[in-house]
Nanobody
């Protein structure tokens, strides 16, 4: 059983930065693709970023490309999401997801393990 726990959310002004962390436990971490999704009230879960098991390939939603960076440190069993130039449209619960596969998907069905989420609020 894989467990994922997010941290690092909070309140930040527009233009500011936050770094989210996702700590994984329970099974081999280095072989699993990981991703970040976000969900605002009344909206569908939205893909943000993903990284392959090796960490050699990443993908991003167009809305965050150039502002967010996903990375992983397998020795620490941790995935990060560095968020820069935040704006109010980034406000959402950010959720970490893990796959049994090593390749990165951009849709929720590609992931089997989910964290509880961490709130990010960006004020105008």
């Amino acid at each position: 059983q894989v467990q994922l726990v997010e941290s690092g959310g909070g309140l930040v002004q527009a233009g500011g930065s936050l770094r989210l962390s996702c700590a994984a436990s329970g099974r081999t971490f280095s072989n699993n693709a990981m991703a970040w999704f976000r969900q605002a009230p009344g909206k569908e879960r939205e893909f943000v970023a993903a990284i392959t098991g090796t960490g050699l390939n990443t993908r991003y939603a167009d809305s965050v490309k150039g502002r967010f960076t996903i990375s992983r440190h397998n020795a620490k069993n941790t995935v990060y999401l560095q968020m820069n130039s935040l704006n109010p449209e980034d406000t959402a619960v950010y959720v970490c997801a893990g796959s049994v596969a090593s390749w990165a998907s951009s849709i929720p069905s590609g992931y089997q393990y989910w964290g509880q989420g961490t709130q990010v609020t960006v004020s105008s």
